[in-house]
């Protein structure tokens, strides 16, 4: 009877799925992250795009490094620094990856990720910076301008740039690339702080793909003219993926999200292994040759926080290319991918008389009242106990 009330609910009031979470948990450290391996994939991401320091010298996870608005226990810094050279490559590179079974690279999905900057060991806007990329680069941010100086940290598709603002330390910014793979289109969505996701560039085409394990979160930093040894760091947030529609909100504001919360309280659905073919970067220098298909239990997915130059650039992967850098190789073998609910979830028990049924009207009716006027309302919302 429960799902009778659900269906009658307006299509708008619900939110897409979660297929891939790369929240932190109250319990992730950077040892997480050391964990992992080819031989060893577990955890939310891939670690092997990074300098060879210590793993703290190059991320850090706190609850003061995330978006205050979103309901992440923690966000990540990611920084740069004159040792980020990944495999003697001259650029600098801190970079994760998803690692998942799921398919993230078909259907029309959504891309979110949060950003911010700070006055101490601010990026150099001397320097071309390519965030949040894909291998092939059919869309990103910039940020910089190699030989020049440009503070606009901007959105690119098919390599020309659709939207820019200037970046202000202290200030977040949310993101949400809107990904359509069955029409090869590319959109964006922003908002600032706490502010709900707003459409600012209409889908493009674009030539959509992803083998599902080269979605790049981080920072890749392209030489200049000048040599600047400084750390660089970027402060990330409210990291996932889902179908559509989108999830406009930018969480609850709650910074204390306990592991029942975050992760234990997902729950589990089968999805199709991805079928990854390897991308190649013609700016890489050698090709890393990971041998183990990629597979994972997702332990940290979360109740997700929202969170959304030139056109030729040097690292467009094309045809030509003599150096390779391959983020993946073989297909991933099926697992189970954490669709997140949220520990502010409604829960309903199956009604075994009509009065209980009544008291599920009722106790559904008030959630849907109170969080009406907020617009927060989410499909992980409503849950059977």
């Known amino acids: 009877m429960q799902s009778l009330i659900l269906l009658a609910l307006p299509a708008s009031t619900l939110a897409g799925s979660v297929l891939w979470s790369g929240i932190w948990n109250s319990t992730d450290t950077v040892d997480t992250l050391d964990k992992w391996s080819w031989s060893n994939q577990v955890g939310a991401y891939q670690w092997y795009i990074h300098g060879d320091s210590e793993t703290s010298e190059y991320v850090g996870l706190s609850s003061d490094f995330k978006n205050p608005a979103a309901s992440d226990a923690q966000g990540a810094r990611i920084t740069i620094d004159s040792t980020s050279s990944w495999n003697g490559q001259t650029m600098l590179r801190s970079e994760l990856i998803p690692q998942t079974s799921a398919d993230l690279g078909s259907g029309h999905l959504y891309y979110h990720f949060s950003l911010s900057t700070k006055e101490k060991n601010a990026p150099n806007p001397s320097f071309e910076h ?4 894909f291998e092939s680069h059919f869309t990103e ?5 190699s030989g020049g100086s440009d503070n606009s940290l901007s959105w690119y598709a098919g390599g020309e740039s659709k939207w820019s603002v200037q970046l202000e330390a202290g200030k977040w910014y949310n993101f949400a690339y809107d990904l359509d793979f069955d029409s090869n289109t590319v ?4 908002s600032n702080g706490s502010e709900p996701l707003t459409q600012v560039v209409e889908p493009v085409s674009a030539s959509v793909s992803t083998n599902s394990a080269d979605w790049h979160v981080g920072e890749l930093r392209l030489p200049g003219s000048d040599s600047d040894d400084a750390a660089e760091d970027w402060y990330w947030s409210g990291v996932y993926i889902e179908e559509a529609p989108i999830t406009k909100e930018i969480g609850s504001g709650s910074s204390d999200s306990s592991d029942d ?4 309280s997902s729950t589990s659905s089968a999805v199709k292994s991805a079928q990854p073919s390897a991308t190649e970067s013609t700016a890489a220098a050698t090709t890393a040759t990971p041998t183990q298909a990629a597979t994972q239990t997702s332990s940290s997915a979360a109740a997700p926080a929202v969170t959304s130059a030139s056109a030729a650039h040097t690292t467009v992967a094309t045809a030509s290319s003599t150096a390779q850098a391959v983020t993946s190789s073989a297909a991933p073998q099926q697992t189970e991918v954490a669709t997140s609910t949220s520990s502010s979830a409604a829960a309903f028990s199956s009604p075994t008389s009509s009065a209980e049924f009544m008291e599920d009207i009722k106790a559904l009716i008030t959630v ?18």
């Open 368 to 385: 849907l009242l109170s969080r009406a006027n907020s617009g927060s309302v989410h499909a992980r919302d409503f849950r059977r106990a």
């Open 141 to 145: 941010l910039k940020y910089g301008s």
């Open 130 to 133: 390519q965030i949040a990329f």
């Open 261 to 264: 919360s975050s992760a234990s």
């Open 187 to 190: 959109g964006l969505w922003a």
